[in-house]
T-cell receptor, first 112, second 112 residues
Framework: EAGVVQSPRYKIIEKKQPVAFWCNPI?????LYWYLQNLGQGPELLIR????????DSQLPKDRFSAERLKGVDSTLKIQPAELGDSAVYLC??????????FGPGTRLTVL | GENVEQHPSTLSVQEGDSAVIKCTYS??????FPWYKQELGKRPQLIID?????GEKKDQRIAVTLNKTAKHFSLHITETQPEDSAVYFC???????????FGTGTRLKVLA
C-alpha cells in the first residue's frame, strides 16, 4: 500500500512569492490533515478535512494561507504571499475512522 | 486550551541503557496516546500507542505506560541502540474527535 505522498519535498522561494504544496493521502482515507512543523517542535494543526469539507481551520492564517480538497482525495495548501517566518516543514497526514494517522514525508519550505 | 507537555527536550544515553520520555496532557477526555519517532528529514512514524482502557503496553524494547489519574504517559526504551537516535513526539487525542495535540519533542541521542 502506498503511503501519503507529498510534493515537492523541498522548496526555496523569495519572500512575497506564492507557493503551493500538494498531498495525496492513502487511498480510502477520508480525513486529511495539514500540519506546520517548526524546527525542534511538534506538528501544529493548520487544517483538517473530512472528505472535501474543512472541519477545523481555526489555526490557518487565512490572510495568506488557503487550502482545498475539491474531490475529497488530494489536497493543496497555498501561501500567498510567503513571509520569512513561513519557513518550516509542512506535513500532510491522513486517517480513516480509526485512531491512527499516517504522515507524509513533508515539504521543507525555505523563504529567503 | 488543550496542551501536551513533554520532557526532557534532549536526552543522551549510553548504548544499552534505558531511556524514558514523559508527557502530561491537560484534556481529561483524551483517550488515545500515540508515540512517533522522527528521524532527521523523514516523516513521523508511529512506534507504539496506548488507549485509556489499559495501563501499559509493550512491544519488544519499547513500552508505554499511562496514568489516567495523573494524566501522565511515558515512553520507555530498553537496551538502546544507536539507531534509536531520533526525535520522539507524544500526542493525545480525545474520543470522538480527530484532533491530535502533540508534545514538543525529545531529541534522543544514543552514544555508542
Amino acid at each position: 500500500e502506498a503511503g501519503v505522498v507529498q510534493s515537492p519535498r523541498y522548496k526555496i522561494i523569495e519572500k512575497k512569492q506564492p507557493v503551493a504544496f500538494w498531498c495525496n493521502p492513502i487511498s480510502g482515507h477520508n480525513t486529511l490533515y495539514w500540519y506546520l512543523q517548526n524546527l525542534g517542535q511538534g506538528p501544529e494543526l493548520l487544517i483538517r478535512y473530512e472528505n472535501e469539507e474543512a472541519v477545523d481551520d481555526s489555526q490557518l492564517p487565512k490572510d495568506r494561507f488557503s487550502a482545498e480538497r475539491l474531490k475529497g482525495v488530494d489536497s493543496t495548501l497555498k501561501i500567498q504571499p510567503a513571509e520569512l517566518g513561513d519557513s518550516a516543514v509542512y506535513l500532510c497526514a491522513s486517517a480513516t475512522s480509526g485512531d491512527e494517522q499516517f504522515f507524509g514525508p513533508g515539504t521543507r519550505l525555505t523563504v529567503l | 486550551g488543550e496542551n501536551v507537555e513533554q520532557h526532557p527536550s534532549t536526552l543522551s544515553v549510553q548504548e544499552g541503557d534505558s531511556a524514558v520520555i514523559k508527557c502530561t496532557y491537560s484534556d481529561s477526555a483524551s483517550n488515545y496516546f500515540p508515540w512517533y519517532k522522527q528521524e532527521l528529514g523523514k516523516r513521523p512514524q508511529l512506534i507504539i500507542d496506548i488507549r485509556s482502557n489499559v495501563g501499559e503496553k509493550k512491544d519488544q524494547r519499547i513500552a508505554v505506560t499511562l496514568n489516567k489519574t495523573a494524566k501522565h504517559f511515558s515512553l520507555h526504551i530498553t537496551e538502546t541502540q544507536p539507531e534509536d537516535s531520533a526525535v520522539y513526539f507524544c500526542a493525545a487525542k480525545a474520543s470522538g474527535t480527530y484532533k491530535y495535540i502533540f508534545g514538543t519533542g525529545t531529541r534522543l541521542k544514543v552514544l555508542a
